[in-house]
């Protein structure tokens, strides 16, 4: 079956500008993650969602940053006003309700100048 | 805080060694410990997971738990250069579907 996918898989975005990171996880998978991971850095949490309810969001960073996942499936992470230190890869993952396991999408490289 | 430590390396071994990789964690309330693998401009792939104390061996990679130790390790048999990546161990925040990432150890396999 297909897995995470993750959309744009690369963002340019002028400092001040908002970006919007689209996420679709495995069909019929419960929980679903945003990470940011910079470079040589392990996944850093931003929040989670089990199905439409966002039950952590304890990583992110500041009131820029703003995730939903309105219908239980397809995921929004919304960064307002980009900064430069908001460079990143942006992660999805998802997880089936009944195990730990997490599988993770391709990422989306956002590049702020 | 929680927390789970790797070793950064670099950690080199030659084709065909045993590369032994290690994670220790803080929360002793952790129940599901998960290595993954991640090449260079690539998303972590989970490989291993391990949920009891001892050995569970999966092809050429054994994940190790130890709990009474807080600690867990992943070997890789007949080392490949294709095995060259870095490895992160993931360990889940006491009752929360959160994990708690290690920082990561790159592995070199030399042909």
């Known amino acids: 079956g297909a897995g995470v996918s993750q959309s744009p898989r690369y963002k340019v975005a002028k400092r001040g500008q908002d970006v919007a990171l689209r996420c679709d996880p495995i069909?019929?998978?419960?929980?679903l993650f945003w990470y940011q991971q910079a470079l040589g850095q392990g996944p850093e949490f931003l929040t989670y969602f089990q199905n439409e309810a966002q039950l952590d969001k304890s990583g992110l960073p500041s009131d820029r940053f703003f995730a939903e996942r309105p219908e239980g499936s397809v995921s929004t992470l919304k960064i307002q006003r980009t900064q430069q230190e908001d460079s990143a890869v942006y992660l999805c993952?998802?997880?089936?309700?009944?195990?730990?396991?997490?599988?993770f999408g391709p990422g989306t490289r956002l590049t702020v100048t | 805080q929680k927390e789970v430590e790797q070793n950064s390396g670099p950690l080199s071994v030659p084709e065909g060694a045993i590369a032994s990789l290690n994670c220790t964690y803080s929360?002793?309330?952790?129940?599901?410990f998960f290595w993954y693998r991640q090449y260079s401009g690539k998303s972590p792939e989970l490989i291993m997971s391990i949920y009891s104390n001892g050995d569970k061996e999966d092809g050429r990679f054994t994940a190790q738990l130890n709990k009474a130790s807080q600690y867990v390790s992943l070997l890789i048999r007949d080392s490949q250069p294709s095995d060259s990546a870095t490895y992160l161990c993931a360990v889940n925040a006491g009752n929360n579907r959160k994990l708690i990432w290690g920082l990561g150890t790159s592995l070199a396999v030399n042909p």
């Open positions: 929360d002793r309330g952790s129940q599901s």
């Open positions: 993952a998802s997880s089936p309700g009944t195990r730990y396991e997490q599988y």
């Open positions: 069909s019929g998978h419960v929980s």
